[in-house]
């Protein structure tokens, strides 16, 4: 199903007005693969009837779920592996540490499309630092997505064989999942451990707490170089001097902010503020 250059163009437009994600010609395909699967869910007859309606002024609703199809979610449990390896042998010790008076550690997933990652952190957590939970310290984790669609799925904590079998050691599905069928959901101690909000990046970082540990892997790499400077400066303003922040592995703040430097000792892409 190709679409015309000037379809594609009010596409990329809309996406990138609504979530500053940039949708270049290289993504045509995608962008026509997701409108396929859209069109099929609203009973539209063909991609023209779907960008007439969404060009009709009353079509608010539409163009949300355009964007919301636009959104990549690809994740998976204990992906990339290292950055939580990290998180359970040295950065959680030691940040209990220094929290010891205030007993309170805040922990945000940014862009947590189907939940993976933040149940992932949380089975950490529960797993490792259990004594937390019982001992009168405040751990909040908060999990956050531009996408209506995603926040659903992740409250949900519902993902089929093929989705358990990413990731996930055998200990962990046995504790924290029960299984009906080929499908597995998330136990009731791992969900109340997570806050889900739906927070767009680009606008004000609303009802966020001074934050010890952010995780923004994997999603620089859709915004344009004006919105990532945006989007440091307004995290950097929520770090501690001993907060760290995670980026994907193939991802550089390198041209985007000099307020932080790399952890050192680290395997992952780890940054904290510059002493």
């Known amino acids: 199903m190709a679409i015309p250059l000037n379809d594609f163009k009010y596409i990329a437009d809309l996406v990138y007005k609504k979530s500053a994600i940039v949708l270049d010609t290289k993504k045509q395909y995608l ?6 699967s859209l069109i099929r869910l609203e009973g539209i007859n063909d991609t023209s009837s779907l960008l007439g309606k969404l060009r009709a002024p009353s079509s608010e609703q539409l163009r949300a779920k355009v964007v919301d199809a636009m959104t990549t979610n690809e994740t998976s449990f204990f992906r990339d592996n ?4 990290e998180l359970r042998q040295k950065i959680l010790p030691t940040l209990i540490k220094n929290r010891e008076k205030e007993k309170k550690i805040n922990i945000w997933c940014a862009a947590c499309s189907s939940g993976q ?10 797993t490792h630092f259990k004594q937390l939970f ?3 310290w405040n751990i909040k984790i908060i999990a956050s997505d531009i996408s ?6 992740a409250k949900a904590g519902k993902y089929n064989q093929i989705e358990i079998n990413r ?7 046995e504790r924290f999942f029960t299984q009906n069928d080929n499908t597995w959901t998330v136990n009731d101690e791992l969900r109340r451990s997570i806050e889900f909000k739906k927070i767009n990046l680009v606008e004000r970082l609303v009802g966020l707490p001074r934050l010890d540990i952010i995780f923004m892997r994997n999603v620089l790499i859709y915004f344009d170089l004006d919105t990532k400077n945006a989007i440091f400066s307004k995290i950097e303003n929520l770090m501690s001097p001993d907060s760290l922040l995670f980026i994907g592995s193939t991802e550089t703040i390198i041209g985007i902010t000099n307020n932080l430097e790399r952890y050192p000792a680290s395997r992952s892409s780890l940054y904290q503020l510059k002493k």
């Open 117 to 126: 990652e933040p149940y992932t952190i949380a089975m950490v957590l529960l």
């Open 167 to 173: 990731g996930l050691p055998s200990k962990m599905r």
């Open 134 to 136: 019982s001992n009168n």
């Open 31 to 36: 962008v026509e693969a997701r409108l396929a």
């Open 82 to 85: 290292y950055p939580f390896e």
């Open 148 to 153: 209506d669609k995603m926040l659903t799925t």
